[in-house]
């Protein structure tokens, strides 16, 4: 299995609302991400988590908040959003986050819109 | 710390016409390269990877890298481009200058294959 799966693969919300964004990947990967990505752009980067602990957060917004139950699963909790926030977000995995090995597999992506 | 440079925003081509999409990198020590495509409303597949070895790689459906260390670049290439090749083409490159591995995009480039 070399698929990384989202859910859902669309999603409309009100400001203050609270809603989740999941991955999953069984492909035995150690490392999980979180990316942005704004129509005609390329993805930003929001959080990285590896061995299932955050080891990076690219200075992102409290009303973002990633979780990682276990290895395979990688949650991102919403809350409070703006419009702005507005985007396609983008789960990846890789088999660890050190060299060559940060060869990322991308999910399909959930499409945000905030209201 | 690294930087992507892809050229061309945007190339429009005629199907069945060679394409080059070019991509330069600032240099470092241990470089990882990688082009991305993504198809319209879907996330980002892996087409091509430089991690060591052979500097021309090439993927199953026609299309061509080269990583050429003096000129810091990694083009892509295909003698006969497809309708169906009509896509936004990322390239990234690896980066370790922070203790760990973050992928770094490029702008992105549109290619629009024409019939």
């Known amino acids: 299995d070399t698929e990384v799966t989202q859910t859902p693969k669309h999603l409309v919300m009100g400001m203050t609302n609270k809603k989740s964004l999941k991955c999953e990947q069984h492909?035995?990967?150690?490392?999980m991400y979180w990316y942005k990505q704004k129509a005609k752009k390329p993805p930003e980067l929001m959080f990285v988590?590896?061995?299932?602990?955050?080891?990076i957060n690219e200075s992102v917004p409290s009303r973002f908040s990633p979780e990682c139950p276990n290895s395979s699963l990688l949650n991102l909790h919403l809350h409070a959003l703006q419009p702005e926030d507005s985007a396609l977000y983008l789960c990846?995995?890789?088999?660890?986050?050190?060299?060559?090995?940060?060869?990322?597999?991308f999910g399909p992506g959930t499409r945000l819109t905030v209201l | 710390a690294q930087s992507v440079t892809q050229l061309d925003s945007q190339v429009p081509v005629f199907e069945e016409a060679p394409v080059e999409l070019r991509c330069n990198y600032s240099?470092?020590?241990?470089?990882?390269l990688f082009w991305y495509v993504q198809y319209p409303n879907q996330g980002l597949q892996l087409l091509l990877k430089?991690?060591?070895?052979?500097?021309l790689v090439k993927s199953i459906n026609g299309f061509e890298a080269e990583f050429n260390k003096s000129q810091t670049s990694f083009h892509l290439r295909k003698p006969s481009v497809h309708i169906s090749d009509t896509a936004e083409y990322f390239c990234?490159?690896?980066?370790?200058?922070?203790?760990?591995?973050?992928?770094?995009f490029g702008a992105g480039t549109r290619l629009a294959v024409h019939p």
């Open positions: 990846a995995s890789s088999q660890d986050d050190r060299g060559k090995y940060n060869e990322q597999f």
């Open positions: 492909m035995g990967h150690r490392a």
């Open positions: 988590y590896s061995y299932e602990k955050l080891s």
């Open positions: 240099s470092s020590v241990s470089v990882y």
């Open positions: 430089y991690l060591s070895g052979s500097t």
């Open positions: 990234a490159v690896s980066d370790d200058s922070g203790g760990y591995n973050k992928l770094i």
